[in-house]
């Protein structure tokens, strides 16, 4: 009995010898729950349990390979066209609620981006730019951009100032130190422009520009001038103007300026080189007031001889003074030029001058009055704002070299600050400073100034002064 039971338990458990591990117990059992719902939920219960109590050296080859290879692309299947444009959402329709958006649609210009391509309006948007003072070119620094044009602004970029009409690329430059052409190396010199009562520019250089010696242009208030004004003001800039200043009307009101003043600005007629003769301005009746100018080679209008060889004034209305000067000069030198009478400038009949910063120099009267000759009942101021800023020296004539009053009783002089020449520096009037008909009796001589407040008048056919020097 006992020796069957120890054969029993030698023998081994199994069945035709195969050693088959029955205590293996492989559930795999692999639930993929896969719901592709765009919620990938991969529910993998692979419960391997082995309980291996074999005590041979058997080895479990069991490997799970449990590769979930689902990829989820999340793209648009759908291949529904809503809009009936043609293109579904799949095909790339940005908006399949539009039958006007889909690729290689049209391109309109509503902010709408039609053709898909992910720029709205492209290359059917206008660039344009502020014009602010509608010369029809634009400000650069002010660009916008619209479906069409707009009132206000320009498709171009060019105006170098938005803030004058009259400035842009390839306008005529004025004399109104302005970039008027966009182009910084164009010089205004030997420009003329008109700006009228309403702030109106016009350019006036061809009309000008083109004087001679033998031929000056004519500035003035009569309609066959070359430049016609009777209101307003004239701009000339640096050069040697071949032109005369010719005013005769009444209710004429005109302004002459030389914008860079009297050592860059000449008017001539050349008279004392061969050129034309005449005063080179004459104001008969006017208001004109020049400003920046030098004054010089005139000869002088005829009337029973000449008279003025530089400027001409006169008044013959009304048998009075004028209620303003007839002729203001500032900052003007009036030089070299030669007459009868009135070498640098007459003054006629009732004719107001008004010298503001200007001289008188250098000037050549034949007959009488080197600097100015007084006819009758003139007046004549002169101020300066500065010493030796205006005045009269180195004028010559045998009668009056300074000034010459051709009435015993009448004309008026008022000058303060005003210089008379002297010997020493050699620029004295000769000869003397002024004289007063009869010439023989009224003589008188003074020194320059030497504060702003001295002193000379002449009224009543006699002269007086804040410092008196010795006549020769």
Not at 157 to 171: F, K, R, V
Not at 263 to 275: E, Q, R
Not at 415 to 437: E, K, L, M, P, R
């Amino acid at each position: 009995m006992l020796r069957t039971l120890a054969l029993l338990l030698l023998l081994p458990i199994g069945c035709n010898g195969d050693d088959k591990d029955t205590s293996d117990t492989d559930a795999d059992a692999d639930t993929d729950t896969d719901s592709d719902t765009d919620t990938d939920s991969d529910s993998d219960t692979d419960t391997d349990t082995d309980t291996d109590t074999d005590a041979d050296t058997d080895t479990d080859t069991d490997t799970d390979t449990d590769t979930d290879t689902d990829t989820d692309t999340d793209t648009d299947t759908d291949t529904t066209d809503s809009d009936g444009d043609g293109v579904s959402g799949a095909d790339g329709d940005c908006n399949d609620g539009d039958a006007t958006v889909y690729p290689g649609a049209s391109e309109v210009c509503d902010g709408v981006d039609q053709d898909c391509d992910g720029t709205v309006d492209d290359d059917v948007s206008l660039a344009l730019y502020a014009d602010a003072d509608g010369d029809g070119y634009g400000d650069p620094s002010s660009p916008f951009t619209a479906c069409e044009m707009t009132s206000g602004y320009s498709p171009n970029d060019a105006d170098c100032d938005d803030t004058s009409a009259y400035a842009y690329p390839g306008a005529p430059e004025l004399c109104n130190g302005e970039d008027d052409d966009c182009d910084a190396s164009t010089s205004e010199a030997g420009t003329a422009s008109v700006v009228d009562t309403a702030g109106v520019w016009i350019d006036a250089t061809a009309s000008l520009a083109g004087g001679t010696a033998a031929s000056p242009t004519v500035l003035g208030d009569a309609a066959a001038d070359d430049v016609y004004v009777t209101e307003g003001t004239v701009y000339l800039c640096s050069g040697t103007w071949y032109t005369k200043l010719v005013f005769a009307g009444e209710l004429t009101d005109v302004a002459v300026v030389g914008r860079e003043g009297a050592g860059a600005t000449t008017l001539t007629t050349g008279g004392t080189s061969g050129g034309a003769t005449g005063s080179i301005v004459a104001v008969t009746n006017s208001t004109v007031a020049l400003e920046g100018f030098t004054i010089a080679g005139g000869t002088g209008s005829v009337f029973s001889s000449t008279q003025g060889g530089g400027v001409a004034v006169s008044h013959t209305i009304g048998g009075a003074t004028p209620y303003a000067p007839n002729l203001t000069l500032t900052d003007c030198d009036v030089s070299d030029n030669e007459a009868g009478y009135g070498g640098g400038i007459a003054v006629r009949s009732y004719g107001w001058l008004s010298l503001l910063d200007t001289r008188v120099d250098a000037n050549t009267g034949t007959s009488a009055g080197g600097g100015i000759w007084m006819q009758d009942y003139g007046t004549l101021h002169c101020s300066a704002t500065a010493l030796g800023g205006a005045g009269l020296a180195g004028n010559s004539s045998p009668i009056g070299g300074g000034i010459y009053l051709s009435n015993s009783t009448s004309g008026t002089i008022d000058a303060v600050g005003c210089d008379w020449g002297d010997d020493t520096s050699g620029d004295d009037n000769a000869t003397y400073d002024i004289q007063q008909a009869p010439a023989s009796s009224h003589r008188y001589c003074y020194p320059n100034a030497a504060t702003l407040t001295d002193t000379v008048s002449c009224a009543g056919g006699s002269c007086s002064a804040s410092t008196d020097a010795t006549c020769p």
